[in-house]
């Protein structure tokens, strides 16, 4: 089950709004061939993991197929896998968790009465944490919001100076530009916009043909005055967002952004503490955003986890030390706050890249 939810990861950013699915079918103990869902309308993973055996010459009769979700029982974009497993005479289906979506689920049930062995619940909070993007689309209209972090081993995000300097090493860098690539938004707060001056693309060697950049997101209550003194501004104006404050929407800022094709989108709430979601819901709506990556600062995370919006938490911690009582900080803005008041995580991954660790984040 481990190996096919490593699998099923590869798909992320390209499935949506479906999810990601892993499958392998296993002989003696041993996997004998492999599958996942690679994109939104192609094979899903049980039906490609079949394909992978015919292709290499194994027969399924009788062996066992461990997936991550419940195999679908619905005809969608493709026939139900229930029915290709049942022709394939597969003899087991040990399943991660059943299907949330209630047109595809009952495919255990399918399975029991055509006498295929069903397994349930292997694996199943590695299976339903594989799946959180999928089950918040089932039941809200927001993106899944993947909240970026790099910090050194104090929690520094910059120096004192707020110079845009690299924390990571190169190898976190570039698995920063790979979630780029996969998300409709990257989403940074005011702090970052005027201190670092990024263009929040996503610069990889090997992007697919067509490539479309993802949109840039400025959440602040403060417009810029001079637009054209902001690489972001200067480059893709049109594609730059600023979600500001009501009354900053309205102002004279506001309307010269409007004229060179930047969207200005209101947000309720007072300044400084703006209320984010219904901002995420337009991306949604309005752009088809799946995904955001929020890359800081550390005040703007943390209104994020403080709104229950930080879906996923990718924290890139860097063996320096800064050890500055004035640098700025991961996570920060909160004031006289005790241990009952903390917000807690549960580690669901951890990589090593390069020198540095990234661990992956779910809210308890
Ligand atoms: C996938 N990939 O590997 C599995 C899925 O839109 P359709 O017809 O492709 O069906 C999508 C539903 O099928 C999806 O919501 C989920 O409930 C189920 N299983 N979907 O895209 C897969 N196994
Ligand atoms: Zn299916």
Redesign the pocket.
């Known amino acids: 089950m481990r190996r096919a939810i490593e699998l099923a990861y590869r798909g992320r950013g390209t499935?949506a709004p479906?999810?990601c699915?892993g499958a392998v079918l296993v002989r003696d103990g041993k996997i004998v061939a492999e599958g996942y869902?690679t994109r939104f309308?192609a094979l899903?993973?049980?039906r490609e993991c079949l394909a992978d055996a015919r292709e290499k010459g194994v027969a399924p009769e009788g062996l066992t197929m461990y997936v991550t979700?419940e195999?679908?029982n619905h005809q969608?974009?493709?026939p139900p896998?229930t029915e290709g497993l049942i022709e394939a005479k597969v003899g087991t289906v040990v399943v991660g968790t059943r299907?949330p979506?209630p047109?595809?689920a009952g495919g255990v049930e399918r399975l029991r009465r055509h006498g295929i062995n069903v397994e349930l619940g292997v694996c199943e909070q590695e299976c339903l944490d594989l799946i959180g993007d999928f089950l918040l689309w089932q039941h809200s209209h927001s993106p899944y919001n993947i909240l970026k972090m790099a910090a050194t081993l104090d929690g520094k995000i910059a120096s004192a100076r707020n110079e845009p300097e690299p924390i990571s090493g190169p190898e976190s860098f570039a698995r920063v530009h790979k979630l780029r690539s996969m998300v409709g938004a990257v989403v940074v707060g005011g702090n970052t916009f005027y201190a670092d001056n990024p263009s929040l693309t996503c610069r990889m060697n090997d992007l697919p043909a067509g490539f479309i950049q993802p949109l840039a997101v400025v959440v602040t209550s403060r417009l810029p005055e001079a637009p054209a003194e902001h690489t972001l501004l200067r480059e893709r104006s049109n594609r730059t967002i600023f979600m500001t404050s009501d009354k900053a929407a309205r102002s004279k800022q506001a309307d010269r952004l409007r004229e060179r094709g930047t969207s200005v989108w209101p947000l309720p709430g007072e300044p400084g503490r703006l209320n984010l979601s219904p901002g995420f819901e337009r991306l949604h709506a309005e752009q088809d955003c799946y995904y955001t990556l929020c890359e800081g600062g550390g005040r703007f995370a943390m209104s994020l986890i403080e709104q229950g919006l930080a879906d996923e938490v990718v924290h890139f911690l860097t063996p320096r030390i800064l050890g500055d009582n004035t640098a700025p900080s991961a996570y920060s803005g909160r004031d006289n706050v005790t241990m009952a008041d903390t917000r807690d995580f549960r580690i669901t991954r951890t990589e090593r890249l390069g020198a540095d660790i990234m661990l992956t984040l779910l809210a308890k």
């Open positions: 499935t479906n999810p699915v869902h309308g899903h993973a049980e979700l195999p679908c969608g974009k493709t896998c299907d979506n047109v595809a």
